[in-house]
């Protein structure tokens, strides 16, 4: 070994700083893709993603029949640059009974222009205020009257809405029924 080694071992390491600062201020806005953070080297810190405030929870017993549908208000926060750090939304759902016992919740804000859509649990009225006779209960919105399929994942069924309303995502733990997060993209 010369005894030149260590030092050019010395200036290749030095070399090599800028290459790996470079590195990692590429890979920053990829790993901000992945887990999305408001300070750009802080991929380790807390996400972006709204988180909900708390559950909302439902006993099975809140569900005595097929059709049963209960309005909720769901808390949902966002990282902000204000004083509290935060801003929270109140995000109103329903909660539906299925007939295949399954229970499910949806958002209320409808996808078209974001008014508030109601449940509809009969076809006949449905037919009468929302233009569209459907064969059970349904979403349905009063602003330009989309209809919504609850039992098929709250397809469109009439009206201009561009995509179902959002879901919410549910974990079942014994007899309840604690309702985490909205679906991920938006509120409306
Ligand atoms: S806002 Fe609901 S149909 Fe237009």
Not at 21 to 29: E, M
Not at 43 to 60: M, T, Y
Not at 163 to 174: A, L, S, T, V
Request: hydrophobic content about 35%.
């Amino acid at each position: 070994m010369t005894e030149g080694t260590p030092r050019r071992t010395l200036l290749k390491t030095i070399a090599a700083i800028p290459l790996a600062v470079t590195f990692g201020l590429l890979a920053s806005p990829f790993l901000r893709y992945l887990r999305p953070t408001l300070k750009p080297l802080d991929v380790f810190g807390p996400s972006d993603q709204p988180q909900a405030e708390s559950p909302v929870v439902f006993k099975e017993s809140d569900f005595p029949v097929a059709w049963t549908c209960l309005p909720f208000s769901f808390d949902q926060s966002y990282i902000e640059y204000n004083p509290e750090g935060k801003e929270t939304r109140k995000i109103p759902g329903y909660a539906v009974k299925l007939p295949s016992g399954e229970v499910v919740a949806y958002s209320r804000i409808c996808p078209h222009l974001g008014c508030i859509f109601n449940f509809v649990k009969d076809p006949s009225e449905c037919a009468k205020g929302y233009n569209y006779k459907p064969s059970g209960p349904v979403f349905a919105c009063p602003c330009h009257l989309s209809v919504y399929d609850i039992e098929h994942g709250g397809k469109v069924v009439s009206g201009p809405a561009p995509r179902p309303p959002r879901h919410f995502d549910i974990k079942k733990e014994g007899d309840t029924y604690r309702i985490v997060a909205l679906e991920a993209g938006g509120i409306a």
